[in-house]
């Protein structure tokens, strides 16, 4: 999830960024002296308290200095960071790792953000900048070439069968991912990366697929799943047929949001509505 360079957003981002700190500021100081009074006795009482905490802070200096920023327009960013004012703190899974993973993990404070990359080298890169964010490497077998037998075999049995990824028999799944990928349940999960755009690229079509049984394969409640760069042919046509239109609530310019409940409980839910 390589960023693009707009400079033209970065100001628009800033904004972003100081609404988030002055609602988180508000919040803290809208809290009622009953509501005061049922905090535990041993909170802190030092003025370091009332600062901002120090992931916000770096976020927000990252952002007003870089002259690079996010690939995705302040109305696609706009549509995920709603769904986080709500959610956060929550489980945030993102498949790629970029300068707007600084963003991501920050509107998610006090959750679980992790980001999963193709590129060792670009994983280790990042880490030496922002060494706060969780990542992990992972590999695609698939390719871009390859979309086309890919969706018509994920029609099969063994791919609209709700299970655990990990131990699916389908060609989509994907397998090697780190076990607490699997067992942890995601409120929201975005899908932008692998980098999918020339034919011999690792594609998208896997990532779809498994963010999209991920959700169904959760015990209870629903997952928010988001796609970016809708326009190209495999995001588009994998999210119509692995997260469903009947599913999707909103698209966005290239985002496009699916909001997916859980199958586990009535195995009996069709793939899709």
């Not at 972003?16 to 049922?38: D, G, P, Q, W």
């Not at 790792?97 to 963003?103: A, F, N, Q, R, V």
């Not at 695609?140 to 063994?158: F, R, T």
């Not at 999210?239 to 999707?248: A, I, T």
Request: proline fraction near 5%; glycine fraction near 6%; charged fraction near 20%.
């Amino acid at each position: 999830m390589r960023p693009k360079t707009h400079s033209s957003l970065r100001l628009l981002l800033i904004c972003i960024f100081i609404a988030f700190l002055l609602l988180f500021v508000l919040r803290s100081r809208l809290l009622s002296s009953n509501e005061r009074s049922r905090l535990p006795t041993s909170t802190c009482s030092s003025p370091k308290c009332n600062k901002i905490p120090s992931s916000i802070a770096k976020s927000l200096i990252h952002y007003s200095t870089s002259s690079i920023t996010p690939q995705q327009t302040l109305k696609e960013i706009s549509v995920t960071s709603k769904i986080l004012d709500n959610k956060s703190p929550c489980n945030f899974l993102v498949f790629g790792l970029g300068h707007d993973s600084l963003m991501w993990h920050t509107l998610n404070y006090g959750g679980r953000t992790i980001f999963l990359e193709e590129d060792k080298a670009w994983i280790q890169q990042i880490n030496k900048r922002f060494p706060m964010l969780e990542s992990y490497h992972v590999t695609y077998d698939s390719k871009v070439n390859q979309a086309n037998v890919l969706i018509e075999a994920g029609k099969g049995p063994e791919c609209t069968t709700i299970a655990d990824p990990r131990y699916s028999m389908c060609q989509l799944a994907l397998k090697g991912l780190p076990s607490e990928i699997y067992d942890t349940k995601w409120d929201l999960i975005m899908v932008d990366a692998p980098t999918g755009y020339y034919e011999d690229a690792p594609g998208r079509m896997t990532a779809i697929y498994t963010a999209g049984m991920m959700a169904r394969n959760r015990e209870e409640g629903e997952t928010h799943v988001f796609v970016h760069d809708v326009n190209r042919d495999i995001e588009d046509k994998f999210s119509k047929e692995f997260l469903c239109d009947g599913y999707m609530k909103k698209q966005v310019g290239r985002l496009r949001h699916f909001t997916i409940p859980s199958h586990k409980s009535n195995l009996g839910m069709p793939f899709c509505p």
